[in-house]
T-cell receptor
Framework: ETGVTQTPRHLVMGMTNKKSLKCEQH?????MYWYKQSAKKPLELMFV???????ENNSVPSRFSPECPNSSHLFLHLHTLQPEDSALYLC?????????????FGEGSRLTVL | SQQGEEDPQALSIQEGENATMNCSYK?????LQWYRQNSGRGLVHLIL?????REKHSGRLRVTLDTSKKSSSLLITASRAADTASYFC?????????????FGSGTRLQVQP
């Protein structure tokens, strides 16, 4: 139990569906992150939020839309995805995004796009 | 090209043996961290070594950092079957404006009982 909870753990969706991934952290951290992990590729940073403000968007396609309503919650809204978007999506948090220390990861949401 | 690259990509050893994994990176760093990931799960932080440190220990883990060679190694001593996992190095890169860690592709470790 890392203090970061992701739901759902598994998601199957068609290319025309709209779904959302949710992440919640109970650690009092100020920074939250979305990473994408595809087979045989390094973890790819997608978005960074600091105190609910998006501070980095790593050239992610607009079919991925993040939302951070407060410092404890982070969402990733998905629409019109492609099969190559199938991956493990990992949420993480840290005390601060400046001089990054340790990241605390959730268990991930395994997404399959048909 | 990626900032951190682990070597080897895969490693298979017997229980009780030591496992050594290496990480190379390209630019100056603030610190380097090692993480572990069990199959299909999230990453778990193992150890952080700062750029002014050369060696750090935590239980059966020993991490070294050579900033002149831009490399780090993770040694797991007296390995156990439960150590089977993927291990990633992650760099905190200074001066690029990046505000998150950059991860390598990982080393898959298999410890045979």
């Amino acid at each position: 139990e890392t203090g970061v909870t992701q739901t759902p753990r598994h998601l199957v969706m068609g290319m025309t569906n709209k779904k959302s991934l949710k992440c919640e952290q109970h650690l009092g951290h100020n920074a939250m992150y979305w990473y994408k992990q595809s087979a045989k590729k390094p973890l790819e940073l997608m978005f960074v939020y600091s105190l609910e403000e998006r501070v980095e968007n790593n050239s992610v396609p607009s079919r991925f839309s993040p939302e951070c309503p407060n410092s404890s919650h982070l969402f990733l809204h998905l629409h019109t995805l492609q099969p190559e978007d199938s991956a493990l999506y990992l949420c993480a948090s840290s005390r601060s995004d400046i001089g990054t220390g340790e990241l605390f990861f959730g268990e991930g949401s395994r997404l399959t796009v048909l | 090209s990626q900032q951190g690259e682990e070597d080897p990509q895969a490693l298979s050893i017997q229980e009780g043996e030591n496992a050594t994994m290496n990480c190379s990176y390209k630019t100056s760093i603030n610190n380097l961290q090692w993480y572990r990931q069990n199959s299909g799960r999230g990453l778990v932080h193992l150890i952080l070594i700062r750029s002014n440190e050369r060696e750090k220990h935590s239980g059966r883990l020993r991490v070294t950092l050579d900033t002149s060679k831009k490399s780090s190694s993770l040694l797991i001593t007296a390995s156990r079957a439960a150590d089977t996992a993927s291990y990633f190095c992650a760099t905190d890169v200074r001066g690029t404006g990046r505000r998150a860690l950059t991860f390598g592709s990982g080393t898959r470790l298999q410890v045979q009982p």
